[in-house]
């Protein structure tokens, strides 16, 4: 318990982290701002390989770049995902060996893949044959991995249709990668973010056992099956273990591979850094839009321009504390700051705040490690980036 805007504040942050609670008791910073424990990444990257057992982990770096994270998590022998020229230089500058990267991203300048390459990156994905032959050409006799289009159905955070190529298309570019002078090694997909339902990946692993049956039979033996991210996390409800995951995407590789079973890969962003963080954010203004409607509206010092870009459409729903929890509470809209329109972050989902709440009032949002700090503007309105503190970086 501590003194904290002449209230007292006795909430329990999620997982029951002491040290973020004690960092946000400890003094008034100007909010928002997020707080990061690595440890609880460190510690959701454990459970992953615990888990999943003889699977190299790919950490999806978009979910959270903070290079104290990216350290711990290349000392704890993990591999990454990275998109550009800056996630590789954090990685290497982190520790990270360049075998241990893989270029995900389907979507690479020319310059930006030789980049890459100059810098020892020998593992590229692709979903067409333009990208594939910029990869001969830029990184020639590298690694390569074609996406698989996959449907993200029981996914709150969709990928849509952007990435990846059908089944077909996949065999012939793996067959070409190899006449361009690549390695092909086999086949990614991803199946949505914070996806709910882990028998999901079955039909994609389907149809990459068909892809490796396929190639097998024009003699290209690949070896990679790299299942991608979406592993969820509790924001408010609680979701499927990290195990029927990982049960659930082994025995798929079983049913689908028999006895030729591929090395796997997954690429987990979200389900390592969410509850690593906790952002505190400020009542900036409590109001009725009408003398009738019971519906307050709260406005925080955050909104989909400071960081909660996944609040788009409703879609990531995170759960909220204040010092008041316990009181009698209303139904609320809440929203952020800026003067646009779009800067609303609930309306239709039901959220209930205490009805005593006012402005200087802090809400934590929790479950917020990942994809907050990275998504927030640069000055929309003159409102600054989210302010981010780790604990243990001056230590
Ligand atoms: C973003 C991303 C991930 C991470 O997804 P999560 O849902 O956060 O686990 C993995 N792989 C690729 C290629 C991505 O773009």
Not at 149 to 174: H, I, N, T, Y
Request: proline share 6%; with cysteine.
């Amino acid at each position: 318990m501590a003194m904290t805007n002449g209230k007292t504040l006795v909430t329990m942050i999620a997982a029951g982290n002491r040290e973020i609670q004690d960092f946000l008791d400890s003094d008034q910073r100007e909010t928002p701002y997020l707080v990061i424990d690595p440890k609880v990444a460190a510690q959701q990257y454990r459970r992953l390989t615990d888990a999943f057992r003889e699977t190299q982990v790919f950490y999806a770096v978009k979910a959270n770049p903070q290079p104290i994270l990216i350290r711990l998590l290349a000392r704890l022998g993990s591999s990454f995902d990275v998109a550009s020229p800056a996630e590789i230089d954090l990685c290497l500058s982190e520790g990270a060996d360049p075998s241990r990267l893989s270029y995900g991203n389907t979507i690479k300048k020319a310059a930006d893949i030789r980049y890459a390459y100059d810098r020892g990156v020998r593992m590229f994905v692709f979903d067409s044959e333009a990208e594939l032959r910029k990869l001969a050409e830029h990184a020639p006799g590298s690694a390569v991995f074609c996406r698989l289009l996959a449907g993200s159905a029981g996914a709150q955070w969709p990928l849509s249709r952007k990435f990846g190529c059908s089944p077909d298309m996949a065999v012939e570019l793996l067959d070409q990668a190899r006449t361009l002078g690549l390695k092909p090694i086999g086949v990614s997909f991803h199946v949505g973010s914070q996806q709910l339902d882990p028998s999901r990946w079955d039909p994609s692993i389907a149809q990459a056992a068909r892809v490796f049956r396929e190639l097998g039979e024009r003699g290209v033996r690949l070896t990679l099956l790299n299942c991608g991210g979406g592993f969820a996390t509790g924001y408010q409800e609680p979701v499927a273990p990290i195990q029927a995951y990982a049960d659930a995407i082994n025995s798929a590789v079983e049913r689908h591979f028999g006895p030729f079973r591929p090395s796997l890969a997954i690429e987990p962003g979200r389900f390592v850094a969410a509850d690593s963080g906790v952002l505190r954010a400020q009542v900036v203004l409590v109001s009725q839009k009408s003398y009738d409607d019971d519906h307050r509206w709260v406005y925080l010092d955050i909104g989909r321009f400071g960081g909660l870009a996944e609040t788009e459409g409703e879609a990531i729903q995170y759960r909220l504390v204040t010092a008041r929890d316990g009181e009698p509470t209303g139904p609320v809209v809440l929203a952020g700051p800026t003067c646009d329109s779009v800067d609303i972050l609930y309306e239709k989902a039901p959220y209930r705040l205490p009805l005593d709440l006012e402005p200087g009032d802090y809400v934590d949002i929790l479950g917020t490690g990942a994809y907050t700090t990275t998504y927030s503007s640069v000055g929309f309105n003159g409102f600054a980036p989210l302010a981010t503190f780790c604990i243990g970086d001056n230590a």
